[in-house]
């Protein structure tokens, strides 16, 4: 079975600093990725995703993940963290039929 | 364009009550689902659907129903709510290739 776990239940970090929200993944063959945000009180909405290709993939609001096939992992990461990025994230494994398996999620708090 | 809309936003039951959720989407997609979110354990799969007419269970369908007799609608029902099933529940629709999922802001169920 997919899976994805996310190690960490919360992320302090310093406006204007670099971020980084872990995921490693566990799947048998090759992984369709995705990361998704949520702010309170909202539904989840789309950061990015990774099916082939370049390692490093580019998403919304200044978001990037990098794809590690060694290391199985697919972190989330900023160059420079604003207060509005604080949300829950959570990073997810496709299965068949496009079904969703989620890891528990990260809460992200970026400070003044 | 409105995307996916769930009624109701919220909503308390008592033990032993019988509810349905609805969920709405104007995207034409073939493929929806029903996710309920618990603290701490991200999100995980309820029920889903891959075109008019089909159900399938997911990881987590005791005590829930669902059917999709229009393309656009996939209704979650609740025969008779446990406190167990106090969560918020997602809706979300996709189409069939590599593409992302959409999701409704959510349904926040609450069982006395």
């Known amino acids: 079975a997919q899976s994805v776990a996310q190690p960490e239940d919360q992320v302090n970090v310093a406006e204007g600093n670099p971020l980084t929200v872990k995921c490693t993944y566990s799947?048998?063959?090759?992984?369709?990725l995705f990361w998704y945000v949520q702010y309170p009180n909202r539904g989840l909405q789309f950061l990015l995703k990774?099916?082939?290709?370049?390692?490093l993939v580019k998403g919304s609001y200044g978001f990037e993940a990098e794809f590690n096939k060694s290391q199985t992992s697919f972190h989330l990461k900023k160059p420079s963290a604003l207060v509005s990025d604080s949300a829950l994230y959570f990073c997810?494994?496709?299965?068949?039929?496009?079904?969703?398996?989620f890891g528990t999620g990260t809460r992200l708090l970026v400070s003044p | 364009n409105a995307g996916v809309t769930q009624t109701p936003k919220f909503r308390v039951l008592k033990t032993g009550q019988s509810m349905t959720l609805l969920c709405a989407q104007d995207?034409?997609?073939?493929?929806m689902y029903w996710y309920r979110q618990d603290p701490g354990m991200g999100l995980r799969l309820i029920h889903y659907?891959?075109?008019?007419?089909?159900?399938a269970k997911g990881e987590v369908p005791d005590g829930y129903n669902v059917s999709r007799l229009k393309k656009q609608n996939f209704l979650l029902g609740l025969e008779s709510a446990a406190p167990s099933q106090t969560s918020v529940y997602f809706c979300?629709?996709?189409?069939?290739?590599?593409?992302?999922?959409?999701f409704g802001q959510g349904t926040r169920l609450t069982v006395v």
């Open positions: 799947v048998s063959g090759n992984p369709y």
């Open positions: 990774y099916i082939t290709g370049d390692n």
């Open positions: 995207m034409n997609h073939e493929y």
């Open positions: 979300a629709s996709t189409q069939q290739g590599a593409t992302e999922a959409f």
């Open positions: 659907s891959v075109g008019e007419g089909t159900t």
């Open positions: 997810a494994v496709r299965e068949s039929f496009q079904k969703l398996v």
